[in-house]
């Protein structure tokens, strides 16, 4: 493997982002995309309302985001490869156990397992190792374009699910992805996947701009610890803001297909592959312009602004205007989606401890989705509408606008660039410190 590195045209860094936008894609289709068709189909097939369908999924995701701090910090202090190996036997084996589900009970428990093994193959795993083989700016653009795979799966493996459970059924679909999973990730990272650039006699990839300056290993690079993260205003800022943010995406995605059902709408598949497509696309281009970004906020409004807007177009108007400027919108805004939360977390609270940091923010974040979810199928079991809910999406899109430019004040305060220094980041508190002086 040394020697095939050494001979490629890129850095290797460059051929790991590859191989992990391909893992990225039959994972999260797995834990993700998919669950919008076996929603439907499995409370039909139970004999269920939707709610507590979509609340086994939630408990799985509750689990998931419970033990996403740990598996974080195991990866800090071990590296991913193993994690990634361990994730790739285990996730695919609870996907086969959950498939076997008859009831509510079943899929609970297997849901659950689910979300104790999902951890363990996205999405700290592959954005940690982007801390490790890119320095500098550059680092901006390689997680940024990892998460191309998050929206290809909704683009390419969603439409053929779709197609293949209506003439076959949910287990088989579940299966299918579990035995994809296994060959994709195990052999990726079996092969291909080393933690550090070390491991292969190698230096961090940097870009021209970064060229001439001193690099310094991630592990010994500046970073907050977990805990002192979590005693921190930006943190909270970010994890609140986090949360409502995945409680909109998540739960659109999660309820889209019954939404589009319930509005009389039959291609609801076809208008997220449709956002799917537009996400893709747009995140090479737009992942690799990160690196020009100083700071990550004014990005992160913008973002949040175009996802309640397109949400909001769409409670309006399922007819053709409403649907263009949801999948634009969805698509384009939306692909800047999984990019906000590690660009935050490494500009903030640096990347020593990347891990641990990240999994506590998710373990945040997360309970947005969980009650905007469920809440959601509550309320249309209740109502028999989406449209409460979705204006509830759209408003804490808003909130988490105002809540992801407040990280920048509460980053310049006195007492966080005190913090920043006590762990090693000089460069960047001289700045700030002089803004605060300003």
Known sequence: MRAFAHRLPMHYGWFLVCAAVICNTVSNT?????VALWIPAMADDFEVDRTPVVTAFMAGQAVSAFVGPFIGRYIDQHGSRGTLLAGSVLLPATLVITSFADGLGMLFLGWSLVGLTRGLTQPIPFNWLMTRWFDGRQRQSAIGIVTIGFSLGGATLLPLLDNVQRS??????????????????????LLFVRDRPSDLGL????????????????????????????????????????????????????????????????????????SSIV?????????????????????????????????????????????????ALWGIGGAFGPMLEPLFITHVFGVKHFGAVSGSVAMVSFAGQLAGSIGGAFLFDVTGSYTIPYWLYTAGFGVSAVLFFSVR?????????????AVGRIDVVAEASGAVAS
């Open 409 to 421: 004040w509460a980053e310049r305060r006195p007492s966080h660039i005190a913090q920043a220094k």
């Open 279 to 327: 996400r893709t696309f747009a995140r090479l281009p737009l992942g690799a312009t990160l690196s020009r970004y100083k700071t990550p906020y004014p990005l992160g409004v913008a973002v949040a602004i175009s996802q309640g807007i397109a949400v909001g177009a769409l409670v309006l108007s399922t007819d053709a205007p409403g649907i263009v400027i949801f999948v």
């Open 168 to 189: 076959t059924s949910w287990p088989v679909t579940m299966q299918i992805l579990a035995v994809t999973l296994l060959v994709v990730q195990g052999l990726t990272a």
């Open 203 to 274: 230096e961090p990839s940097i870009g021209k701009s970064d060229r001439g300056r001193v690099l310094i290993a991630a592990e010994d690079d500046w970073g907050f610890t977990a805990a002192a993260a979590l005693r921190s205003l930006p943190f909270w800022l970010l994890g609140v803001g986090m949360m409502l943010f995945f409680m909109g995406q998540g739960s659109v995605t999660n309820l889209g297909l019954d939404f589009f059902h319930s509005r009389g709408v039959q291609a609801g598949a076809a208008v997220f592959a449709a």
């Open 30 to 34: 797995a834990t993700f995309w998919a």
